[in-house]
C-alpha cells in the first residue's frame, strides 16, 4: 500500500463547476501538506501549502486537513478551463528536511 | 534566471549509453533534489543535496545512477549504462532556508530509452 493515494481521474467538469481533489496517507507522522499544479510538460508549482488541520483559502483555492481521518482535499471554486492540468497533493513529517511524499496525480479537465 | 531551469528539455538515448542531465537551481537555494516521474508513478524521489553534499541518497535505484553537485549550485544527474526502464521525466527541484518542504521545480528533462 503506498503511503499517499490519489485517484488518477481523468476528472472532467464544465466551466463554472466546483472541483474536489482528494488524497488519502497512512502515516500519522505526516503534518505538512501541499497541493502543486502541473501543466503538461511543464513542471509542478505549489498551489497550496497548509500545516496540521484546518482549511486554508487562498482565491478560489480552498485546502482542507482532516488529520483524524488522514484525508486532505482542494476545492476549485467558479472552475476555469486554465484550470486545466494534473493536481499532486504533497506530505511530509517536518519543514525542515523531511522526505516529501507525492501522490500520482489527478487529471482534471475543465471543459468550456 | 528566474526559475530553475534543467537541459536538456528532451533526450533520446540508445540502451547502454551514459546520459548527463544538468540542473540550475534558483539563485540562493541551498537544498537541490531530483526527482523520477513515470506515468502513473508519481513523483519518485531520487537525492538530495544540501550545498554540495548529498546527505540523502536513498532513492537512486541502483548504482548506474549518480549525482553531483557543485559550487552550491548547479547539479548533474548521471545515468550510466541507459536502460528503458530509465525513459522517465526527471525533475530538479530547490529550496531555500529551513522551509525544505517548500519546492520549486523546474521543468523537467524527458529521457527516452531505446
Known amino acids: 500500500q503506498k503511503e499517499v493515494e490519489q485517484d488518477p481521474g481523468p476528472l472532467s467538469v464544465p466551466e463554472g463547476a466546483i472541483v474536489s481533489l482528494n488524497c488519502t496517507y497512512s502515516?500519522?507522522?505526516?503534518?505538512?501538506f501541499m497541493w502543486y499544479r502541473q501543466y503538461s510538460r511543464k513542471g509542478p508549482e505549489l498551489l497550496m501549502y497548509?500545516?496540521?488541520?484546518g482549511n486554508k483559502e487562498d482565491g478560489r483555492f480552498t485546502a482542507q486537513v482532516d488529520k483524524s481521518s488522514k484525508y486532505i482535499s482542494l476545492f476549485i471554486r467558479d472552475s476555469q478551463p486554465s484550470d486545466s492540468a494534473t493536481y499532486l497533493c504533497?506530505?511530509?513529517?517536518?519543514?525542515?528536511?523531511?522526505?516529501?511524499?507525492f501522490g500520482t496525480g489527478t487529471k482534471l479537465q475543465v471543459i468550456p | 534566471g528566474a526559475g530553475v531551469s534543467q537541459s536538456p528539455s528532451n533526450k533520446v538515448t540508445e540502451k547502454g549509453k551514459d546520459v548527463e542531465l544538468r540542473c540550475d537551481p534558483i539563485?540562493?537555494?541551498?537544498?537541490l533534489y531530483w526527482y523520477r516521474q513515470s506515468l502513473g508513478q508519481g513523483l519518485e524521489f531520487l537525492i538530495y543535496?544540501?550545498?554540495?553534499?548529498?546527505?540523502?541518497k536513498s532513492g537512486l535505484p541502483s548504482d548506474r545512477f549518480s549525482a553531483e553537485r557543485t559550487g552550491g549550485s548547479v547539479s548533474t544527474l548521471t545515468i550510466q549504462r541507459t536502460q528503458q526502464e530509465d525513459s522517465a521525466v526527471y525533475l530538479c527541484?530547490?529550496?531555500?532556508?529551513?522551509?525544505?518542504?517548500?519546492?520549486?521545480f523546474g521543468a523537467g528533462t524527458r529521457l527516452s530509452v531505446l
Open positions: 539563485s540562493g537555494h541551498t537544498a
Open positions: 527541484a530547490s529550496s531555500f532556508g529551513d522551509r525544505k518542504n517548500i519546492q520549486y
Open positions: 543535496f544540501q550545498g554540495n553534499s548529498a546527505p540523502d
Open positions: 497548509t500545516y496540521s488541520s
Open positions: 504533497a506530505m511530509s513529517a517536518g519543514g525542515g528536511y523531511q522526505k516529501v511524499t
Open positions: 502515516n500519522s507522522a505526516f503534518q505538512y
